[in-house]
């Protein structure tokens, strides 16, 4: 968790509105991947990025790989996006190394 | 749907008692591996196979230990378990292993009483 600072730690949301969410790298990342785990477990990839942005519907992803960051935007933020939402930083290969969550709920 | 398959879902057993856990992956990936996912939700590396070699054993207690017959499979066994091996526990898989997406399993609770 300290090599990779996740934050916020817990977030809501009314639907309907905008947030974003973001992590620090300590550790050299290479590239990123944002997951959300639904309240069944299940880690559901979102993105995978190696310096740069991508876009995806509602959710919009940038790693900043020269400021050891990246960021997560929703927008229109819907109730089933209610979860858990992880990034997590490969440095030397071989592995991921997560940060801590961010515990969203949108409320209606 | 997803098509790294993990069996069981859920496993409660006591004290001392031996489990193992299956997955298997469909992906066609060459690299598998084991992360633990604890209470606080914290993920952390466990083990990584390439090919059925052990390239990644992070600092776990010897009563884990993995087993691949092919690279479409790693099961992890877990020898006398103990409270603090309660847990999710994720399989997943990627090709290759460096710079490469990684997919994830459902996942197996295990609950130790």
């Known amino acids: 968790g300290d090599k990779v600072k996740q934050s916020p730690s817990a977030l809501s949301l009314q639907e309907g509105t905008n947030s974003a969410l973001r992590c620090n790298f300590s550790?050299?990342?290479?590239?990123v991947q944002w997951f959300l785990q639904n309240p069944r477990g299940s880690l559901i990839n979102l993105f995978y990025l190696v310096p740069g942005t991508k876009e995806n519907g509602r959710l919009k992803s940038t790693f900043n790989s020269k400021e050891s960051y990246s960021t997560l935007h929703i927008r229109d933020a819907q109730l089933e996006d209610s979860g858990t939402y992880f990034c997590?930083?490969?440095?030397?290969?071989?592995?991921?190394?997560f940060g801590t969550g961010t515990s969203l709920l949108v409320d209606p | 749907e997803t098509a790294v398959f993990q069996t069981p879902n859920y496993h409660v057993t006591q004290v001392g008692n031996e489990v193992s856990f299956n997955c298997k992956q469909t992906l066609g990936h060459d690299t598998m591996y084991w992360y633990k996912q604890d209470s606080k939700k914290l993920l952390k590396i466990m083990f990584s196979?390439?090919?059925?070699?052990?390239?990644v054993n992070e600092t776990v207690p010897r009563r884990f230990s993995p087993q691949s017959s092919d690279k479409a499979h790693l099961n992890l066994r877990i020898k006398s378990v103990e409270p603090e091996d309660s847990a999710v526990y994720l399989c997943a898989s990627s090709y290759g292993t460096v710079n490469t997406e990684v997919f994830f399993g459902k996942g197996t609770r295990l609950t130790v009483v």
């Open positions: 196979y390439n090919n059925k070699q052990l390239i």
């Open positions: 997590a930083a490969e440095n030397m290969g071989y592995k991921l190394t």
């Open positions: 550790i050299a990342a290479t590239t």
